[in-house]
């Protein structure tokens, strides 16, 4: 495939950029695993982080198509008051999550406030929950456009 000049830029700033981003989510994640293990006695919310993936269905509108993708979580099971304790969901935005996201926030504070068990779940198309052919089936695949 021959590209522009135009269009090689944009993609070597685009991977640029994501670089960056990563780097720094990578700084804020150990900045905040060292800010965490400073403050909290008794309690080790980084042991109860698990990472997994469930694998999701590329296309909910195709009953035919048995096509998935891993889609990436964490769980925080530090503050969760068993079995009875409320669940809380972070949907990840416009890019990955990491361990970060179940152990510092606004939401962090009210499940340890409300005994609450912590996901965080990765947005479709960011992060490692991206599929098989790295979006290579075009717009609006997978949601009943394409």
């Excluded at 079995?83 to 340890?112: Q, S, T, Y």
């Amino acid at each position: 495939i021959l590209l522009s000049p135009a269009d090689w830029i944009c993609i070597t700033f685009r991977r640029i950029l994501r670089k960056i981003k990563e780097r720094v989510r990578n700084l804020q994640l150990q900045e905040a695993k060292q800010h965490l293990q400073k403050q909290i006695s008794g309690h080790q919310p980084l042991q109860h982080v698990k990472e997994g993936r469930i694998h999701q269905q590329l296309d909910h509108f195709n009953r035919q198509d048995v096509s998935t993708f891993p889609q990436r979580f964490f769980v925080n099971e530090a503050y969760w008051q068993r079995p009875d304790g409320p669940v809380f969901l972070f949907i990840g935005g416009e890019g990955p999550i990491f361990e970060f996201d179940v152990l510092a926030g606004h939401h962090v504070d009210m499940a340890e406030e409300n005994g609450a068990l912590l996901l965080a779940l990765e947005h479709r198309f960011y992060g490692d929950s991206i599929n098989p052919d790295e979006l290579g089936y075009g717009y609006g695949y997978g949601l009943g456009l394409g």
